[in-house]
């Protein structure tokens, strides 16, 4: 079998794994290079299917070519040099018969035409009508303000009063359910409301990516920039899904320059602070430490019961104060879980027809409970504290005044009190017949200077973390 024998029958293979239109996509100009000593040199052409084939169709290609030629060990992707003009012009049709689909479910305003636009007539669909992806529901008098996200929304509301000149970029970070979407989108239907003229993109960053790459295979990439330099406030949510990807950073970093110059404005959001992003190319990581960073943490057993109450009024759910202290004090992670289960309550008593009371809240909660949260016990923050530090239970736990065991002794003070609600005299026993007031001091201290070293914020995140697992 020669090698272009070879890697037509892998194909062939391939195809049998894949959508078709992902197979056309990815594969339809490929060729073998050579294959040497288990080596497998694939031609591509370009660099988004060099990263494609190479990170998410690595294993298709792998398997398909084993099972032809056991002794293959390793794809490599090269980027050829002559075939990077050649266009399956049945692929760009469905892609442009889908993107019109999208667009033409757009409740936006229309874009101006420019007039060198209507030479790109196979694609004259695909951005004549500018979309601004928000969602309606998601507004700033919605969004209930506490401890654990107010520095996330002043900072947003700042913005929204100062588009491009205040903080920019702005960077909010925080775990999943706590509200970034709700508050981004928030700021940018706020923006649309004050200023009709104003043009607003929210995206994830995964669509971006996929736009991205959809505009370079249809050849209509500078028509992709120049939308986005348009933009008065580009949001893209969830940016930690660019970690990895170089060429789309790249673009990504390219219109990001563009309209900062311009003093537009970027609002980005992630799971971790832009510094805790594998592979996030440098030069956007200064760039988003060059902004505001403000970060949304875990709510505290008083802010679940506020977001409880509100919430449970907004849906028309009576709900006593023990039912909802009973909700709080077991979903404890994060706020769509809280969502999660009023619905869920909600929906069970309407069905069952029965009134809501504390016994049915727990009987519909039980299963989710159980399922979802760990219980945690103090044994647990114990364990997690000596193994993070290094530290033995005895050194911990009795009353000595070894200077380095005092600030992981008050993280797990602090942990006791936020995680388990353990009353502050029961944590001074349980650390060698403690004051409370000295719990006190530690669970304060600890509050506080987390509030401003980021090494200890981060700590926190990562025992907690471990706690759940
Ligand atoms: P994230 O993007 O951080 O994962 P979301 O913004 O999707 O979280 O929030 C999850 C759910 O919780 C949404 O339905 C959102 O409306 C709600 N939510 C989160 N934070 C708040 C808040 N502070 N006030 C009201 N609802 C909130
Ligand atoms: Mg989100």
């Known amino acids: 079998m020669t090698h272009t024998e070879l890697w037509k029958a892998a194909l062939g293979q391939i195809e ?16 073998i290079l050579s294959f ?3 080596i497998a040199t694939i031609n591509v052409p370009n660099g988004f299917a060099k990263e494609w084939l190479e990170n998410k169709y690595n294993l298709y290609i792998l398997k398909a070519l084993k099972s032809l030629d056991p002794t293959t060990q390793e794809i490599r992707c090269i980027i050829s040099q002559n075939n990077n003009t050649q266009q399956n012009n049945q692929t760009v049709k469905r892609l442009d018969a889908i993107q019109g689909g999208i667009s033409a479910q757009a409740g936006a305003f229309t874009r101006k ?24 529901r998601y507004t700033f008098d919605n969004f209930i303000v506490a401890e654990n996200n107010e520095l996330a929304r002043a900072a947003c509301f700042a913005v929204s009063q100062n588009l491009g000149h205040l903080y920019n970029p702005l960077f909010i970070y925080g775990g999943v359910g706590l509200g970034k979407t709700h508050l981004l989108q928030g700021l940018g239907n706020e923006i649309m409301r004050q200023h009709s003229d104003k043009r607003v993109k929210y995206i994830t960053s995964e669509r971006f990516t996929t736009e991205l790459v959809d505009s370079i295979k249809n050849q209509t990439i500078d028509q992709f920039k120049r939308t986005y330099e348009e933009i008065d406030l580009l949001i893209i ?16 970093f390219h219109i ?43 709510p505290s057993l008083e802010t679940r019961i506020a977001i409880l109450e509100t919430k449970a009024k907004e849906k028309g759910i009576a709900l006593d104060s023990e039912s909802i202290q009973f909700i709080a004090t077991h979903i404890t992670q994060n706020i769509r879980e809280l969502e999660g289960a009023l619905s869920r309550i909600m929906a069970y008593s309407e069905f069952q027809k029965v009134p809501l009371t504390l016994s049915l809240v727990q009987k519909v909660l039980g299963e989710l409970i159980t399922r979802s949260k760990k219980n945690i016990k103090q044994e647990d923050i114990l364990r997690v504290i000596m ?21 992981p002794r008050q993280i797990a003070m602090y942990l006791m009190r936020t995680e388990l609600d353990t009353p502050l005299s029961s944590i001074g026993e349980f650390f060698g017949g403690r004051d409370h007031t000295t719990v006190l001091h530690a669970v304060e201290k600890i509050e506080r200077i987390k509030e401003t070293n980021l090494r200890i914020k981060e700590e926190i995140m990562s025992l907690r973390d471990r706690l759940q697992v």
């Open 16 to 31: 049998l794994s894949l959508s078709k239109a992902n197979f056309v996509t990815w594969f339809k100009n490929t060729s």
């Open 256 to 298: 990001f320059n563009a309209l900062y110059q311009l003093n537009k404005q970027i609002v980005i959001s992630s799971d971790r602070p832009p510094k805790a992003i594998p592979t996030l190319e440098e030069r956007l990581r200064s760039r988003f430490e060059g902004g505001m960073i403000a970060d949304i943490s875990k």
């Open 387 to 407: 193994d993070f530090y290094g530290i033995s239970e005895n050194d911990l736990v009795k009353k000595g005044r070894k200077k380095e065991v005092a600030h």
């Open 237 to 252: 949510d969830d940016i930690q899904f660019l970690s990895g990807r170089e060429k789309t950073q790249n673009e990504f």
């Open 36 to 38: 040497e000593n288990g």
């Open 113 to 136: 035409k420019i007039p060198n636009e209507v030479s790109l007539s196979r694609n004259s669909g695909q951005n004549s009508v500018f979309e601004s992806h928000l969602n309606p």
